[in-house]
């Protein structure tokens, strides 16, 4: 917060609470315009939160794509499922964590591109991590036929408790083995 004029306690409730009524992930300047107020004093509010939930608390503010939202932090997922009735999550194929991890590195990318990392066709598994709300269909990518683009959604982060996609690990391409080595060799009659 601005040493010079610190964020009520009043302002910082009042985010707090649009972010608990707002349907969906909501943009700093979308609450700024809600409050009355310009959006440093938002994001000063936001920080002070993020500051309170990550000490104590079952609350946690999640951001995606410039856009945050509150939810319940993800240690509690199991008792929120009870509460709710909720059936706990299906669990994802092993085809659908590769693909899900390719689109969650590689965003956006089309299908011909995850086709090409995998060597097979994605299209079932797509239309299945879609149905799960993991993916989502975020726009066309230049060149012959426009392909959609597809790139992870905030319900991905919720599900591997992340707050932004930024938490990812980094990726290790030396992990990958080189495909001309004996024991990727396919054998062959």
């Known amino acids: 917060m601005r040493e010079n004029s610190p964020i009520s306690n009043v302002l910082i409730a009042t985010t707090e609470a649009m972010l608990f009524a707002a349907p969906s992930a909501v943009t700093v300047s979308q609450l700024a315009e809600a409050a009355g107020v310009n959006p440093k004093d938002?994001?000063?509010?936001?920080?002070?939160?993020?500051?309170?939930?990550?000490?104590?608390?079952?609350?946690?503010?999640?951001?995606h794509k410039a856009k945050v939202e509150l939810t319940t932090a993800p240690e509690y997922a199991t008792q929120v499922e009870n509460l709710l009735g909720l059936e706990a999550n299906s669990r994802l194929s092993r085809a659908g964590v590769e693909t899900l991890s390719i689109v969650a590195y590689k965003q956006p990318i089309t299908r011909p591109g995850i086709d090409s990392i995998r060597g097979v066709n994605?299209?079932?598994?797509?239309?299945?991590?879609?149905?799960?709300g993991m993916i989502e269909e975020s726009g066309r990518?230049?060149?012959?036929?426009?392909?959609?683009?597809?790139?992870?959604?905030?319900?991905?982060?919720?599900q591997?408790?992340?707050r932004?996609?930024?938490?990812?690990?980094?990726?290790?391409?030396?992990?990958?083995?080189?495909?001309?080595s004996e024991e990727n060799q396919v054998l062959k009659d």
């Not at 990518?141 to 919720?158: K, M, N, V």
């Open 42 to 63: 938002i994001e000063d509010c936001l920080a002070e939160l993020e500051a309170r939930y990550s000490k104590e608390g079952g609350l946690r503010l999640k951001w």
């Open 122 to 132: 994605s299209d079932g598994v797509i239309k299945s991590l879609l149905l799960k």
């Open 141 to 158: 990518a230049e060149g012959p036929g426009r392909p959609i683009l597809y790139s992870t959604t905030s319900a991905f982060l919720q």
């Open 160 to 162: 591997f408790g992340l």
């Open 164 to 180: 932004s996609i930024d938490e990812l690990p980094p990726f290790d391409y030396e992990v990958i083995p080189d495909e001309s």
